[in-house]
């Protein structure tokens, strides 16, 4: 007993899956969208509701739903497009399959180039909302996270003026990795990154200037990635813990 696993009860499950995932892929049910509930899915299917559960619940751990409970609850599809390359990389990253220095030179060679197109490309709206972000760094935060946060805001903003959703996609992972090293050493902010410090590159992306906005990520990337490169033996020392690493895997960033 409990040496096998039921043959005809996996692969039912696993062609359940397979239909939501190309559902959801084809674009059948989008970004925020709910699926069917488990009784709908029970009968359309016609299969069990445990093999139903088993499917969503596959779902939910590929990062293709999220689960909300209560009377309007149910499996929501998630925005595919970011989550899915920013889970990859992160496990990767936790495996030790990606290092901090691979990550301090993929930002050190993107991120001017995503300046560059976002001096090109972005929208009025976008603007504003580097306004926005460079005015928040000002703002006094209580936690390593918020502050954290505080300063990638221009980041994430100015990798979704650039318009190029690869890019978008990569600098939003490196993101995210540089979140959790960060927040793990949790070093002397005040030296790792100034409020204001995003001024020249907001000036020029604002100004249109795309020769300029490549410039000042470059110094900027040139100051942050030294100190970024700093703090790997200390971030390596405190997640050795295994169950921090769980806890990290679980969470769910902005
Ligand atoms: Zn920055």
Do not use: W
């Not at 760094?137 to 946060?149: G, Y």
């Amino acid at each position: 007993m409990g040496r096998f696993k039921p043959i005809r009860q996996f692969r039912v499950s696993e062609a359940v899956l397979s239909q939501l995932k190309d559902s959801i892929l084809l674009g059948k049910f989008k970004s925020g969208e709910k699926l069917p509930s488990e009784r709908e899915l029970t009968e359309e299917f016609q299969v069990s509701r445990g093999v139903i559960r088993e499917a969503i619940r596959a779902l939910e751990i590929t990062g293709f739903v999220r689960l909300r409970q209560g009377p309007t609850g149910g499996a929501f599809v998630t925005d595919l497009s970011f989550d899915h390359v920013g889970n990859a990389f992160l496990d990767l990253f936790m495996a030790n399959k990606v290092s901090i220095p691979e990550l301090a030179n993929v930002r050190y060679y993107i991120e001017p180039e995503v300046a560059r197109l976002a001096a090109l490309n972005a929208t009025i709206e976008d603007k504003n909302r580097l306004i926005e972000a460079q005015k928040a760094e000002f703002l006094s935060v209580t936690t390593t996270a918020a502050r954290i946060t505080q300063f990638q805001r221009v980041h994430h903003v100015i990798a979704e003026a650039c318009q190029n959703h690869f890019y978008e996609a990569i600098s939003n992972s490196m993101l995210r990795l540089t979140f959790e090293v960060v927040e793990a050493v949790d070093p002397d902010h005040e030296a790792l990154h100034m409020p204001g410090e995003h001024k020249h590159i907001i000036d020029a992306v604002i100004s249109a200037n795309a020769k300029a906005a490549q410039a000042a990520m470059q110094i900027h990337m040139e100051k942050f990635c030294e100190n970024l490169l700093e703090m790997e033996t200390a971030y390596r020392q405190k997640t050795l813990m295994a169950d921090k690493r769980a806890k990290l895997r679980r969470r769910k960033y902005v």
